[in-house]
């Protein structure tokens, strides 16, 4: 049998080259997981020569490794060519490849390391166990993803609304990999000494409305494969941000906006 498709992989990688274009006005979850990244991998004592930074967005991690962590080569690469382009405009060495198919050699890579683009793949043990055969022995993989409480309150004043306004709840939530699940896949993959654990990021909105464009300027819109394809109706819209103003404003009026950031590492076994 087919692997089940979770996400439209097309949609996804449509978002990113849409967002290329201004992903520095709208990108600071992405630079907040990269300095949570780097921070992670100074506490390890050992150099990478090879890097892959996996789903390099605009290359916010790759700036950060290179000329560091013993890296002599870093290949960076993402699902949008418009982002890989991006990312090599800022001196990285960058291609389009696909996390579901990845093109490079067995046993290329000490390390690699993904920033928040994992949790759109719709095969993960699949892609973690292509990753553990593209490391050398001893290799490291790092990764962040989000996690399942990521913009709980959008989702639940948008469920809200659309029950008001249209009777029903179109698919909207990725099914996010649940941190007692992620050791158990990295296991599954053939990595050693997995570790698993969740950091929140919270943030504030004077509008919800910019919420939704800062998540659409990251390309992290919904792309669930079964997602409705028409365009939400103005009326569900309103009384949804209407809604998340009336549940979730603070005394001060602004609005919350909970993103969790799901961390797994493993190493591949030392011969």
Not at 17 to 28: K, P, Q, S, V, Y
Not at 160 to 187: C, H, I, M
Request: charged residues 25%; hydrophobic residues 45%; proline residues 5%.
């Amino acid at each position: 049998m087919s692997d089940p498709i979770i996400f439209d992989r097309a949609q996804v990688r449509r978002q990113r080259d849409r967002a290329a274009a201004t992903l520095a006005e709208h990108d600071f979850l992405l630079q907040e997981s990269a300095d949570r990244l780097v921070d992670r991998l100074e506490d390890v004592t050992r150099s990478f020569p090879v890097a892959l930074d996996l789903g390099c967005h605009g290359g916010e991690l790759s700036g950060r490794l290179r000329g560091r962590f013993g890296i002599e080569t870093l290949v960076s690469s993402d699902l949008s060519p418009r982002m890989a382009e991006k990312a090599r405009a800022g001196g990285a060495l960058a291609a389009a490849a696909d996390e579901e198919t990845l093109p490079f050699a067995e046993g290329r890579f000490d390390l690699v390391i993904s920033n928040l683009s994992l949790h759109w793949v719709n095969d993960l043990p699949g892609t973690l166990l292509q990753i553990r055969r593209l490391l050398k022995p001893d290799g490291l993989f790092l990764a962040a993803m989000l996690g399942g409480e990521t913009l709980k309150e959008l989702r639940q004043a948008m469920m809200d609304a659309e029950l008001a306004e249209e009777g029903g709840v179109s698919p909207r939530v990725s099914p996010f990999v649940d941190v007692k699940d992620a050791g158990a896949l990295l296991q599954r993959a053939g990595f050693s000494l997995p570790v698993a654990d969740v950091d929140p990021v919270d943030v504030t909105y004077g509008n919800p409305m910019t919420l939704l464009a800062d998540l659409r300027g990251m390309g992290e819109t919904n792309a669930v494969a079964v997602r409705r394809k028409t365009l939400t109706r103005r009326g569900t819209l309103m009384r949804a941000m209407s809604a998340y103003q009336e549940r979730f404003a603070g005394p001060d009026g602004r609005m919350p906006a909970s993103f969790q950031i799901l961390t797994i590492t493993g190493w591949t076994p030392a011969k």
